[in-house]
């Protein structure tokens, strides 16, 4: 039976152990990978980079290359949307053909222009179109598969000498405006672009390789792909508060890669509830199931999540909601991971589960009790065992109570 410690860690090494025991049985799958002849590799770049977060302060970092891949192609290994109806082993298939290049850099360099490959790299990050890229490493890349729960899978990696961009990037005018404005917060760039429309998978690698904010540095790419969901629904927060709120009970489900949303929307002024309910038999449960919980007021999180990426990805695609509808609510959100969710693909699930979850029709009620019990249906676990942990519904209940005999 798996430690609860491992739903808690996801591979993060709180354990102690020196590589993830469940992270590792995955290696298996390398078999998939594509064989790097030589010491060489050209590919359109999606674009995309990688930031390691092992060595900190010195971080390891480089583009992303799918060796021989087409722009067409290409567009398709960074872009989350568009993988909803590709099956699990498809995902990894793909993705294990992304080499990592690798340079070691200090998190301060990001305002230097002294390392080329480093110059190179933020040159990458600031197109929207895949750019043509080879790099040349000191030897063939290692045959390995990384997992995570936090970043999606990628392929082979080594330590390069050099790379090159065979063609000039393709660079969105409010990219080019921020990342050269050195006088402006990262929280309010993030804020920028996202309202101009630039997708998050952009504005993390922005982020993460150092062109945004007034202090800039390095940045892991684990730690950028929650900074970036956390400022952006901070933003977005603080500007539904001034809403009115929603006139009614709504509820809506969907399934994503195995996790299943139920998200219920209620008239209250704006506050946040998580239950994560890990299955038996998942990639990190094991033999027992997990129930974890999370929350924040209107006035916002209070440090860092016990749930981690995972909470800050499944608030965003809610404030985006709540925005586009411009109104606020009490939003409580159950995600049942079952063991269809086999493999670890990234905090990314959770986000594009949410969203595809928001954008199907939703079921209208008169009651909260009525809302539970249909929510409960779809829900494998016992309502006796993750409702005692919902403070909202408690809440919510109590002071539609209170309201009621308020007025008579």
């Known amino acids: 039976m798996k430690d609860p410690l491992c739903i808690k860690c996801k591979g993060k090494g709180l354990c102690g152990r020196p590589r993830c025991p ?10 998939i990978s594509p064989v790097i002849s030589g010491d060489s590799v050209f590919g359109a770049s999606p674009p995309a980079l990688f930031v390691g977060s092992h060595g ?26 568009a993988w909803g109806n590709m099956q699990i082993e498809d995902i990894i298939s793909m993705r294990s053909r992304m080499v990592r290049a690798n340079t070691s850099l200090h998190i301060k360099d990001a305002r230097s222009k002294e390392n080329p490959l480093l110059v190179k790299a933020q040159e990458l990050a600031l197109s929207s179109k895949p750019v043509d890229t080879e790099a040349w490493f000191f030897k063939a890349p290692k045959q390995e598969l990384k997992f995570d729960a936090v970043l ?21 005018k409010k990219v080019d405006y921020l990342v050269y404005d050195t006088d402006a917060l990262a929280k ?16 993390t690698r922005l982020f993460s390789i150092g062109l945004l904010g007034k202090e800039r540095k390095i940045v892991p790419t684990r730690w950028s792909i929650t900074a970036v969901d956390d400022m952006a629904g901070k933003e977005l927060a603080d500007r539904i508060r001034d809403f009115p709120w929603v006139s009614d009970i709504k509820l809506f489900s969907g399934t994503h890669f195995g996790n299943h949303f139920e998200v219920l929307i209620l008239p209250r002024a704006y506050s946040f509830e998580l239950i994560e309910i890990w299955l038996p038999k998942t990639v990190w449960s ?11 007021s209107l006035d916002g999180k209070k440090g860092y999540s016990p749930l ?33 969710y086999w493999a670890p693909l990234g905090v990314w ?44 519904l408690s809440d919510f209940r109590f002071q539609t109570t209170l309201d009621f005999f308020l007025k008579t």
């Open 349 to 392: 699930v959770v986000r594009e589960g949410m969203r595809k979850a928001l954008q199907n029709p939703p079921k209208t009620f008169d009651s909260l009790e009525a809302a539970v019990s249909d929510l409960a249906e779809r829900v494998k676990t016992p309502k006796s065992e993750w409702m005692p942990q919902a403070k909202m």
């Open 286 to 296: 094991g033999e027992s199931s997990w129930i974890g919980e999370d929350s924040e």
């Open 308 to 340: 981690a990426g995972g909470y800050y990805a499944s608030r965003l695609p809610v404030l985006e909601y709540l925005t586009e509808i411009k109104r606020q609510a009490a939003v409580f959100v159950l995600r049942e991971i079952t063991p269809d």
């Open 188 to 203: 309010d760039a993030v804020t920028e672009l996202l309202n101009s429309d630039v997708s998050t998978e952009h504005i």
């Open 22 to 31: 469940i992270l590792e049985k995955f290696k298996s799958l390398q078999s």
């Open 152 to 172: 999606t899978p990628m392929g082979p990696s080594g330590l390069m000498k050099n790379f090159e961009l065979a063609e000039n990037p393709d660079v969105p």
């Open 56 to 81: 900190y302060p010195r971080v390891s970092a480089g583009p992303l290359i799918p060796p021989l891949a087409t722009e067409n192609e290409a567009l398709l290994f960074e872009d989350p949307s």
